[in-house]
């Protein structure tokens, strides 16, 4: 298994938050701490979401956001991760969620709007923000951007499912 995801989200200016289509100019005060993704998306909760035994796979932390993400112990194929970032306010937050949402209309992927989640949310069934793959062979990720006042919360999963990525950013945000 080969990954080039971690590398990916080091780069984006707010790691997972519809991965590198954020990168640039986003105004997250300089020194601002972001939460835990792993404190926010636990093993546990990686093993609900998966169904299957869990091994932390990245735990990364900065003053733009951070990222976590599990894969199978048993099984490479799937896979759960959160980014989440902090903004100093709402319209910060939602700015950089549009922007996002902007970027996967502009590379042409299909967006689908998702009801009763956050302030605002949407799914990508298949993403390009995420590279991964497995004996060779490109791996199918989904991914789950929701608002929530200053907050910009993305789970990826392989194999996407819309039900399971909503379950990951509920049991994220609880």
Known sequence: MTTTCARRLRAAVVVGLAGA???GGLGIA???TQPNACDLLTQRDAK???GKTVRRETNLAGTEASQCSYTGERDAK???GLGVGEFASADEA???YTRARANAQFDGL???NVRKLGDRAYYLPKTNNFE?????KPLAIGELTMLDGQRVYTVYLAPPSKTKARDA???ATR
């Open 30 to 32: 300089a020194a601002q």
């Open 110 to 112: 299909k967006i689908e």
């Open 132 to 136: 991964r793959t497995i004996r060779e």
């Open 21 to 23: 289509s954020m990168v």
């Open 48 to 50: 609900k979401v998966l």
């Open 78 to 80: 799937r896979v759960v």
């Open 169 to 171: 950013i509920k049991l």
């Open 94 to 96: 939602a700015n950089a």
